[in-house]
């Protein structure tokens, strides 16, 4: 099986809108429904552990519960840091996850995920036991991405 820990346990200081970026709404919907919909349509996810921070708990089950998300199946309190959250994240699998399992990590505030990325990530971890993804500069640059200068 293949479970993800979705990473929404941060507060969205820098950001300045008030909430966390992952609950921002754009289009009307919150960033993380966005986030969530991708992985529940991605046939090779089996099921999706949140990690959310405990003040927008409630909030965040009223978007499963209004988007009707059936492969959330846990939510777990954020950490203190980004570390904490990872580590109550990978924690709350262990109920759910089998030694042979494969968990993937993604952070709610990035909706722009492929599902060819998705499968490419789970089919190298299948094949070396572990993956990671990662864009050529030039993509960040040619989007506009680039703050640097």
Request: proline share 3%; hydrophobic share 45%.
């Amino acid at each position: 099986m293949t479970h993800l820990v979705l990473l929404a346990g941060g507060v969205g200081q820098r950001v300045g809108a008030g909430r966390p970026k992952q609950f921002v709404e754009v289009l009307g919907r919150p960033v993380i429904a966005y986030t969530l919909e991708i992985f529940e349509m991605h046939p090779e996810v089996d099921d999706i552990l949140v990690v959310c921070h405990r003040d927008w708990r409630d909030f965040l089950e009223d978007i499963v519960r209004t988007n009707g998300f059936k492969k959330v199946v846990k939510i777990v309190d954020g950490g203190v840091d980004f570390q904490h959250s990872m580590i109550n994240g990978m924690r709350g699998l262990k109920d759910i996850a089998a030694d042979d399992d494969i968990a993937i990590t993604h952070w709610a505030a990035s909706p722009f995920i492929t599902d060819d990325v998705i499968s490419d990530n789970i089919r190298v971890c299948k094949a070396k036991g572990n993956a990671m993804s990662a864009c050529p500069f030039f993509v960040i640059v040619t989007l506009g991405l680039d703050h640097s200068n």
